[in-house]
């Protein structure tokens, strides 16, 4: 059981991916119980917004836990460090966003700190790495569409193969990486939160920054911003709306100059030249956007809007490739 069940509850969008082990034979349940040796109550979410119980199974030494916000981390991190026969806890988490210290409600500061300090890795994850096509038409986008098709897409899948470069890029292919929230000002806001609650790490912390691109849409409110993949024919249907929308983007710029222009060769050299579409992520070293020297930066912007895309041609990406079948 949670320790205090009152003061938060672990809800999981998706269903937890666990070892097929779990639903062959009792002696290859008993056998995969000691890999996962977290098992804590949860609530799973479905779309509608209804729940049903369920069991959250964690491996703390492989297991990437991403969490929506720090607010109940303390109470989440000191649970799976007590229903942890090895005592290793919550070590590796993503996170999307971190509020400034003022607004982040600490009702237990020690377990805060203590669960902070055991974090051995921690990722800040984009995921609006590409740009809408937003308005009418305009000459000069091939390139943005390009950029768009670069990007790993995010998937509803939580298991994945991490390969240490993604080779189908160039240099030229990250030249301009879309960053959506500035991960400067939030891997700031990190820093000075450890530094107000004295956490110091005496291990090392890998930070990183990872980047992945929602379903490509024409406008800020298309309601499609989800990728919702979860197997191969959804991946297949999402990359051929994505051509649909791409085909009537082009259509409204069919007339220019009062001539008539054909644009099929224009999409078909945007989709010949990209790199073939991956599901998954990428995780760039966090010197790719922040030093801890930045911290003494006083023109770090201090909200989340910052630069739109940098040149990440220096930092080769690792490739996290989701497991769809």
């Known amino acids: 059981m949670l320790a205090k069940p009152e003061e938060y509850n672990i809800v999981l969008g998706h269903c937890w991916s666990i070892s097929k082990l779990f639903r062959t034979t009792s002696e290859s349940r008993r056998a995969a119980l000691p890999f996962y040796r977290v098992q804590l109550p949860c609530w799973y979410e479905r779309k509608d917004k209804t729940r049903s119980r369920g069991t959250f199974y964690v491996c703390p030494e492989l297991d990437t836990l991403n969490l929506r916000s720090l607010g109940a981390f303390g109470c989440f991190s000191r649970d799976i460090w007590a229903h942890d026969p090895r005592h290793v806890g919550l070590v590796n988490v993503s996170l999307r966003t971190v509020l400034k210290p003022p ?69 030229e292919d990250l030249r301009r990486v879309e960053l959506g929230v ?11 939160l450890l530094e107000g609650l004295g956490v110091q790490h005496r291990h090392k912390v890998i930070y990183q ?35 649909e929308q791409l085909n009537q983007y082009f259509d409204g710029g069919s007339k220019l100059g009062g001539r008539k222009v054909d644009w099929d060769h224009e999409i078909a050299s945007i989709f010949e030249t990209s790199p073939q579409p991956v599901i998954g992520f990428w995780l760039f070293p966090m010197e790719s956007v922040f030093t801890p020297a930045d911290l003494n930066d006083i023109h770090i912007h201090t909200g989340s809007i910052g630069p739109r895309a940098v040149d990440m041609s220096q930092y080769m990406p690792e490739l996290c490739l989701a497991d769809i079948f």
């Not at 937003?134 to 995010?154: A, D, K, L």
């Not at 800020?220 to 709306?241: K, M, N, T, V």
């Open 209 to 243: 920054f990872g980047s992945s691109r929602k379903r490509l849409c024409r406008w800020y409110w298309c309601p499609s911003i989800d990728s919702d993949i979860r197997d191969r024919d959804s991946a297949s249907e999402l990359l051929q709306g994505e051509h």
């Open 182 to 192: 500035n991960p400067r000002t939030m891997f700031k806001r990190w820093f000075e």
């Open 103 to 171: 607004y982040l409600h600490i009702h237990d500061e020690y377990t805060l700190k203590q669960g902070l300090s055991r974090i051995e890795r921690l990722t800040f994850m984009n995921y609006e790495g590409a740009r809408n096509w937003r308005g009418s038409f305009r000459r000069g986008c091939e390139y943005t569409c390009r950029s768009n098709h670069t990007v790993p897409i995010r998937g509803d899948i939580q298991s994945f193969e991490k390969l240490p470069y993604d080779p189908r890029l160039h240099d």
